[in-house]
């Protein structure tokens, strides 16, 4: 048998192990959910940023909003690399014409975001950052309406609502670090 004090010391021992490996922002509050408390959809902005591990580090509203749109940058290149490798097996069909749309659009907000929405970014830019980001966010639409034009159902539905949902919260995280 195991005694009451064997057991309340095994407990404290997890209990500190545990801790002892969570970043020191979840001491207080973290600062990502408490900028996705002022969002429209507080549990999506805490889903979609929690994709970026260091979101859970982000001591600053800076440090959130760079994470958000690090993360619409990332999904916006990975769909691009998708829809790239979708391409080669279609072409000369309508789905490849659809895809090829999908592509110009992705390569567009791709662009737009690692370069013109990250430079304007860190030169403190959150209303120019926040313009292209949301730009981006039409794209998944874009390419869904590609596919609607030829009667066909799209692939790459999920990749396109992942886009939509990630730049969607990107935009609205960098939105509030124009209300300071």
Same mark, same amino acid.
């Given at each position: 048998?195991?005694? @009451?004090?064997?057991?309340?010391?095994?407990?404290?021992?997890?209990?500190?192990?545990?801790?002892?490996?969570?970043?020191?922002?979840?001491?207080?509050?973290?600062?990502?959910?408490?900028?996705?408390?002022?969002?429209?959809? !507080?549990?999506?902005?805490?889903?979609?940023?929690?994709?970026? !591990?260091?979101?859970?580090?982000?001591?600053?509203? %800076?440090?959130?909003?760079?994470?958000?749109?690090?993360?619409?940058?990332?999904?916006?290149?990975?769909?691009?690399?998708?829809?790239?490798?979708?391409?080669?097996?279609?072409? /000369?069909? !309508?789905? /490849?014409?659809?895809?090829?749309?999908?592509?110009?659009?992705? %390569?567009?907000?791709?662009?737009?975001?690692?370069?013109? @929405?990250?430079?304007?970014?860190?030169?403190?830019?959150?209303?120019?950052?926040?313009?292209?980001?949301?730009?981006? %966010?039409?794209? /998944?639409?874009?390419?869904?309406?590609?596919?609607?034009?030829?009667?066909?159902?799209? !692939?790459?539905?999920?990749?396109?609502? %992942?886009?939509?949902?990630?730049?969607?919260?990107?935009?609205?995280?960098? /939105?509030?670090?124009?209300?300071?």
């Amino acid at each position: 048998m195991v005694s @009451a004090a064997t057991s309340i010391a095994i407990v404290l021992i997890v209990i500190a192990g545990v801790s002892s490996g969570l970043p020191a922002t979840y001491g207080d509050t973290n600062m990502a959910a408490r900028m996705c408390l002022k969002t429209t959809n !507080p549990m999506l902005c805490m889903v979609v940023l929690k994709v970026n !591990p260091k979101s859970a580090y982000a001591s600053t509203k %800076q440090d959130v909003g760079s994470v958000a749109l690090q993360i619409a940058s990332d999904t916006a290149e990975y769909n691009l690399g998708v829809i790239n490798n979708l391409n080669k097996g279609s072409l /000369g069909t !309508p789905e /490849g014409g659809a895809l090829a749309q999908c592509l110009w659009a992705y %390569q567009d907000a791709d662009n737009n975001l690692k370069h013109n @929405a990250r430079t304007g970014f860190d030169r403190g830019d959150y209303v120019g950052a926040m313009a292209l980001v949301s730009g981006a %966010q039409i794209v /998944g639409d874009i390419c869904e309406n590609a596919f609607k034009m030829i009667g066909k159902n799209s !692939p790459v539905s999920k990749i396109d609502r %992942q886009m939509t949902e990630r730049c969607g919260v990107a935009a609205e995280v960098i /939105g509030l670090l124009t209300h300071k």
